[in-house]
């Protein structure tokens, strides 16, 4: 088949792989570079973890994402996983369920009670009522280098074609045809659209008002050289455990402490630009003043705001048919990049006519906007 790919973030590069391993003809076009410098995946680094308190669909499929990723390191020869594990703080009771809930699905963890949290991690302030599940098999995905290993290997497949600062301005998906900016027109089997928050403009209107569009602001830190050793050995924590929903991505590989919060995630009406207002900043240097001693406004290397869509009933993502040769991945929440693996298989299932994988279909299912990496 000849399969068209419309977007340049990890959704739409892990679907040109997985159609490619198929033996199939594949062209990836975007309104940028490829990989898209603005697309939301393209960060410095992302949570991945399994567990989904009180889900174990979620679960599930979050331990199959997990294993996937561990077979595109081999497929794409590149080192971008930093297995540092994942902490998720809890209240005591919601910590030990959490435990059985992974043994249950086959993974690992440990609960850790309050006094455990506070020899291990001094460094953070995460109250003294709390537990905490602690994940082995789990850590950081190093975004910008899975994104620049999918082009590499992409590149050198037959068959496969990557055409940059092409915007694509329609799609027929009856017809299998995507139509450029300037007026070239891309003809094949099927196509998949995942362009991330840039959606709405090429779904249908009855598609696109359906779907909401958030902002988030996001810190880069320096930590001081006094508890650089500390924070050597943090895990990635994709809930601090607050009632505003902080969490962090600890320093690896070379990357910086990123901070964020799920107050900071508000919706807005456009796409403008990835400048962090003073408000935002200020509000999440005061949050994490409570939450990390000593932190302040010199630790703050720098600002980025992202967007995300989402669902407006469900809030959640929106897997849709554009007609009988189209596909597309209507929303980009915070944890898409997790099971991007599973999601791009099912599309792949989806455009190259196959009955998706149920475990990939969990993971469309379980993937909402919640704010977190």
């Not at 043994?103 to 709390?130: E, I, K, Q």
């Not at 045809?177 to 840039?198: E, M, N, S, Y």
């Not at 705001?305 to 040769?325: F, I, K, M, N």
Request: charged fraction near 20%.
């Amino acid at each position: 088949m000849r399969v068209t790919v419309v977007g340049g973030g990890v959704i739409a590069l892990l679907t040109a792989v997985e159609c490619a391993l198929d033996g199939h003809r594949v062209t990836v076009v975007d309104q940028g570079s490829i990989p898209y410098g603005r697309a939301t995946s393209f960060d410095q680094h992302r949570i991945i973890r399994a567990l989904h308190p009180g889900d174990p669909l979620a679960t599930a499929a979050a331990l199959r994402a997990h294993r996937r990723w561990l077979e595109l390191e081999e497929l794409f020869a590149t080192r971008f996983y930093e297995r540092v594990g994942a902490l998720t703080v809890l209240p005591p009771a919601a910590a030990d369920a959490g435990t059985v809930l992974l043994a249950d699905a086959g993974g690992r963890a440990r609960t850790l009670t309050a006094d455990a949290l506070a020899d291990r991690y001094p460094h953070l302030s995460l109250g003294g009522a709390a537990g905490a599940v602690l994940e082995d098999d789990a850590g950081v995905l190093l975004a910008e280098r899975v994104l620049a290993a999918c082009v590499g290997w992409l590149r050198w497949q037959s068959g496969v074609g990557l055409l940059e600062h092409r915007p694509a301005v329609a799609v027929d998906g009856e017809r299998g045809r995507v139509t450029l900016a300037d007026g070239q027109v891309l003809d094949g089997d099927g196509v998949v659209v995942a362009v991330g928050p840039w959606a709405r403009r090429l779904l249908p209107e009855r598609v696109a008002k359906s779907l909401a569009l958030y902002r988030q602001s996001l810190l880069y830190c320096r930590v001081p050289r006094g508890v650089a050793e500390a924070w050597a050995a943090t895990p990635a924590v994709p809930a601090l455990g607050t009632r505003r929903g902080a969490w962090l991505i600890p320093p690896v590989a070379g990357t910086a402490l990123k901070l964020s919060s799920a107050a900071v995630c508000r919706q807005v009406d456009d796409l403008t630009d990835n400048t962090t207002p003073e408000r935002w900043q200020q509000e999440l240097t005061a949050e994490f003043g409570d939450l990390l001693p000593g932190f302040g406004p010199a630790w703050v290397l720098g600002t980025k705001d992202c967007y995300y869509l989402s669902h407006a009933e469900t809030g959640g993502p929106l897997a849709v048919s554009l007609g009988a040769s189209a596909h597309a991945y209507a929303a980009c929440g915070g944890s898409s990049f997790k099971f991007a693996p599973l999601i791009a298989r099912t599309l792949a299932d989806r455009v190259l006519g196959r009955v998706p994988d149920r475990t990939g279909l969990a993971a469309l299912d379980a993937d909402p906007l919640d704010a977190r990496p």
